[in-house]
């Protein structure tokens, strides 16, 4: 069983001795960027890619986007930022165990999630409904347009120039897009992506058929090990599910014994079985991963990518546990009443901005303005998509007041 021995540690991969693998990806052998540009003589490819993100305008914006509770809910709730840095936390401490490059994992960590609408999955819903006619919306499209077109910073180029490495973990966020390894997709998600890719010039570039390297797989797992842990805790913490019973639940149950036993505070209680989960979640895929690895061999980065499935992934057993875990969010705290109110109320802001925008230009500022005029109908969609998918749900809130006559208190 997975939590035969939840505590025991994991073997230490001392970051000052120890060196990167031979299977990791070498920031020295990049493959380089759409615009050449001259080296940076302080930082790694990947170290600069990473502080680009950090400084990019959507990366700002997810302090005030949705995760699962709107921003006004409660101080304490996740946002689309706090997520993001635990994300990159956890992708690092898994980077640093399996001996990969540590910048690539982190910048993957803080990109992944820069093309989310507001109003998080519900804002998503709306704008893909709203596109239908138009080919649709999804936000790992959305993230790429984001790094490569919409980003307006810099006198060369559009986007953000990244390493094709770092476009390439980007894009392959849930494992291949092409070829017979291809992942089941969302409706619309490869379409999307695969024709933005080809729009940037990079089809062939970013070797669209293959597994990403080690450290977008490590980016990917920390995403789900992040996001169970932290809508659990958030879920405990708003009352939408009981501490007691989940005592019961796959993965959880036998460190809600151990908290209980603890005794203390229900704040410390629900700590101590997040603390203890994710310590776990990291020891199952840091595990898997290294007999994986023992399995495969490898001499270089390539021989992962053509490994033909993910390597740095969850242990078969575990995901199964993993699976029923995620299946009691979903029915208790994605589908919760309260939640699901808020959120058909948060779909409708978005449905309504879309529209509006759709017919008038009251309310676009100058540049949006300017940049639908004399549009075809499909055109302006697509940016009016562009549009609405870069606010903050404060901002569409905002908008929201400023354009009709009743706006809903998503509360």
Not at 386 to 403: C, N, P, Q, S, W
């Amino acid at each position: 069983m997975p939590l035969s021995n939840p505590t025991r540690p994991l073997r230490s991969a001392n970051p000052m001795t120890s060196s990167r693998a031979a299977y990791a990806t070498d920031p020295a052998l990049s493959r380089g960027r759409a615009i050449p540009e001259p080296a940076c003589p302080m930082r790694t490819p990947f170290q600069r890619d990473r502080d680009r993100i950090v400084h990019a305008t959507a990366f700002r914006r997810l302090t005030h986007k949705t995760q699962v509770f709107l921003f006004h809910e409660g101080d304490h709730y996740r946002t689309r930022m706090t997520h993001t840095i635990e994300v990159a936390q956890i992708a690092r401490a898994i980077a640093r165990q399996l001996r990969l490059d540590e910048d690539l994992a982190e910048a993957l960590a803080l990109a992944h999630d820069l093309g989310h609408p507001p109003f998080g999955h519900a804002g998503e819903r709306a704008l893909d409904t709203a596109m239908d006619a138009h080919g649709g919306f999804d936000h790992n499209a959305q993230s790429f347009k984001v790094v490569t077109r919409l980003e307006r910073k810099y006198a060369a180029f559009d986007g953000l120039n990244l390493s094709f490495e770092t476009l390439e973990g980007l894009v392959k966020h849930n494992g291949p897009i092409a070829g017979p390894h291809a992942h089941e997709a969302r409706s619309g998600e490869h379409r999307l992506l695969l024709a933005d890719i080809a729009r940037a010039g990079l089809t062939e570039a970013l070797h669209l058929d293959r597994f990403a390297s080690a450290e977008a797989q490590a980016a990917a797992v920390a995403d789900d090990i992040a996001y169970v842990n932290h809508d659990l805790d958030d879920a405990l913490r708003a009352g939408l599910l009981d501490f007691d019973a989940l005592a019961d639940v796959a993965l959880v149950g036998p460190f809600v014994d151990r908290a209980r036993a603890q005794g203390g505070d229900a704040g410390r209680r629900i700590y101590e079985v997040n603390r203890r989960l994710i310590t776990v979640m990291i020891e199952d895929v840091v595990g898997a991963a290294r007999q994986r690895l023992a399995e495969i061999a490898p001499r270089c980065s390539d021989d992962l990518a053509n490994a033909g499935a993910a390597v740095v992934a969850f242990s078969v057993p575990f995901q199964a546990e993993l699976s029923a875990l995620k299946a009691h969010l979903l029915a208790h705290v994605y589908r919760h009443d309260k939640v699901m109110g808020v959120m058909r109320q948060a779909e409708g802001v978005v449905a309504d901005l879309f529209r509006h925008f759709m017919h008038s230009d009251a309310g676009l500022p100058e540049r949006w303005a300017a940049a639908v005029a004399d549009t075809r109908e499909v055109e302006r969609a697509a940016l009016i998509a562009d549009f609405v998918a870069g606010m903050t749900d404060r901002y569409a809130i905002e908008a929201h007041k400023a354009l009709f006559d009743e706006t809903p208190d998503l509360r």
